[in-house]
């Protein structure tokens, strides 16, 4: 089953060890501009499994400043 993991910090967003499961709510994350969660399934340690569709939505999400449904975007900071 899928859950929403939330960003640590800002780290490298293609890392899996940059982010912490927060459950199936999705983060209020203001604004657009960074990546700030991800909707994937749980490689059984608590970080995501990053697939290539979301990858290529991380890619879409940051070239529109567009949430996609694997993706959820945060102002810059």
Do not use: W
């Not at 967003?13 to 203001?30: A, E, R, W």
């Not at 979301?54 to 879409?60: D, E, L, W």
């Not at 999400?61 to 900071?77: H, I, N």
Request: aromatic share 6%.
């Amino acid at each position: 089953m899928s859950e929403y993991f939330l960003r640590i910090n800002f780290a490298d967003p293609n890392d899996p060890l940059s982010y912490t499961s927060v459950g199936s709510t999705k983060p209020g994350c203001p604004g657009t501009g960074k990546i700030c969660s991800l909707l994937a399934e749980n490689d059984g340690t608590g970080h995501p499994v990053i697939t290539s569709q979301i990858q290529a939505q991380m890619v879409t999400a940051l070239s529109t400043g567009v949430d996609q449904p694997l993706v959820v975007l945060r102002f810059l900071d």
